[in-house]
């Protein structure tokens, strides 16, 4: 079994179709501003498998592709939105509970997904 084998079977399928959905959404972006993979990967200062790596969702492929290629694209504030202490409700409430003084681990948040 390869390396990048390996590591999609030991991804929950959640985890697999939301890589998928977001490369195809850049895939978009990039089309829908006219750029060619080769102007994109050019721009990003990626190789070609880099930028075809992301936009198929493949694990493994670097953040720092992903972040650039948001760059690239224009939709860097997109990023303010993830993980955002405001937007965090299962923080805030583990927050709310211990400033509160009402946390005695029975009632714990379920993290599955």
Do not use: C, W
Request: glycine share 8%; proline share 3%.
């Amino acid at each position: 079994m390869s390396k990048s084998s390996a590591s999609t079977a030991a991804l929950p399928p959640k985890v697999l179709a939301k890589l998928e959905d977001l490369g195809r959404r850049i895939k978009l972006a990039r089309k829908r501003r006219g750029l060619t993979l080769h102007e994109m990967a050019k721009l990003m200062m990626v190789s070609v498998g880099s930028l075809q790596r992301l936009e198929s969702g493949t694990p493994g492929t670097s953040l720092g592709t992903l972040v650039t290629a948001l760059l690239t694209l224009g939709l860097e504030n997109d990023l303010d939105n993830v993980a955002a202490m405001e937007t965090d409700m299962i923080g805030l409430a583990h927050e709310r509970r211990r400033l509160e003084g009402k946390t005695d681990g029975k009632d714990k948040i379920s993290y599955d997904f």
